[in-house]
């Protein structure tokens, strides 16, 4: 069984930076791409971010390029977050999942049976 533990959020001010971590264990982490994806209030989950096998590739979506750097450490089986210049708009709920597909294609919510309980981030304006 497969099991997700995200950590790392709090409350920040917009401008305001924080990393999250995620701790999956259950699967050899190394054969697995990773990706974070959040819920903000009221709305639909979504996919933020994915790194491969070896964190050689990464996808972002648009709103979060340039200011979300996801990362991995297969030592350690965790992957990573940074968020910095955060905007209220980035509130929301984060979780890590993983898979074995193409980065583009881990955007697609259907394709996760399990997810962790997440770690919120609040960004005040």
């Known amino acids: 069984q497969v099991q997700l533990v995200e950590s790392g959020g709090g409350l920040v001010q917009a401008g305001g930076s924080l990393r999250l971590s995620c701790a999956a264990s259950?699967?050899?982490?190394?054969?697995?791409?990773m990706g974070w994806f959040r819920q903000a209030p009221g709305k639909e989950r979504e996919f933020v971010a994915a790194?491969?096998?070896?964190?050689?590739?990464?996808y972002y979506v648009d709103s979060v390029k340039g200011r979300f750097t996801i990362s991995r450490d297969n030592a350690k089986n965790t992957a990573y977050l940074q968020m910095n210049s955060l905007k209220p708009e980035d509130t929301a709920v984060y979780y890590c999942?993983?898979?074995?597909?193409?980065?583009?294609?881990?955007?697609?919510?259907?394709?996760?049976?399990?997810w962790g309980q997440g770690t919120r981030v609040t960004v005040s304006s």
């Open positions: 999942n993983l898979a074995q597909l193409p980065l583009a294609t881990m955007k697609d919510l259907n394709l996760y049976h399990y």
């Open positions: 259950g699967r050899t982490f190394s054969n697995y791409a």
């Open positions: 790194i491969s096998r070896s964190g050689g590739s990464t």
